[in-house]
């Protein structure tokens, strides 16, 4: 027969074991989700360098897109000067056309002419270019600066353009120098 004491020493190896049993499974359980868990970090480090090797790149294409559009800029406005001195160019020789013609003439009829050519030129490189006079009939704020005015005589001439010192124009549209004029103004006696 065994004893108590036995009994009880029998039970302690069978808890220890038990236990060492229980303590060795999750142990291995532990190990298991750490492996998955580092498995898993690794694969989101190689992810981070991918995100982050994408970032570099785009940060790089980034500043030579942002470096060749400053360039096309400069290019264009180069450009469109150069297309308006191309344009002011025929001007000029119409102008050095004009004075050659005075020096050799000294008619005033052929400076006339000179002096009206030079203006169509002018006028067709204006038109070409998008500018429009702005046509001043009565006094618009919008379009029109008040120079000067004068006392009107009619009831109805109030606000009336009477003289243009400086023609007003507008580029395609948009306003880009006031005309300066003098309107008419009622005065009011006391």
């Known amino acids: 027969m065994i004893s108590t004491e036995q009994s009880d020493n029998n039970k302690n190896k069978c808890k220890k074991t038990s236990s060492y049993h229980y303590d060795k499974e999750d142990r291995n359980e532990k190990i298991a989700e750490l492996t998955i868990l580092k498995q898993s970090l690794d694969d989101k480090n190689k992810q981070l360098d991918v995100y982050y090797d994408q970032l570099i790149h785009l940060k790089a294409d980034f500043e030579n897109y942002r470096k060749r559009a400053e360039k096309d800029k400069v ?8 297309n308006i001195i191309i344009k002011q160019l025929s001007i ?11 020096k050799l003439n000294k008619n005033v009829e052929t400076v006339v002419d000179g002096l009206e050519m030079i203006k169509k030129e002018f006028t067709k490189m204006l038109i070409a270019e998008g500018i429009e006079e702005i046509q001043c009939l009565y006094f618009d704020p919008n379009t029109c600066e008040a120079f000067d005015y004068s006392e009107c005589t009619k009831p109805n001439d109030e606000g009336k353009i009477l003289k243009v010192y400086q023609k007003g124009y ?20 006391s």
């Open 75 to 82: 290019n264009y406005l180069n450009i469109g000067k150069e």
């Open 92 to 102: 000029f020789d119409v102008l050095e056309q004009a004075i050659d013609s005075i």
């Open 170 to 189: 507008k580029m395609n549209g948009r306003l880009i120098r006031t005309a300066k004029v003098q309107i008419a103004k009622k005065i009011i006696k």
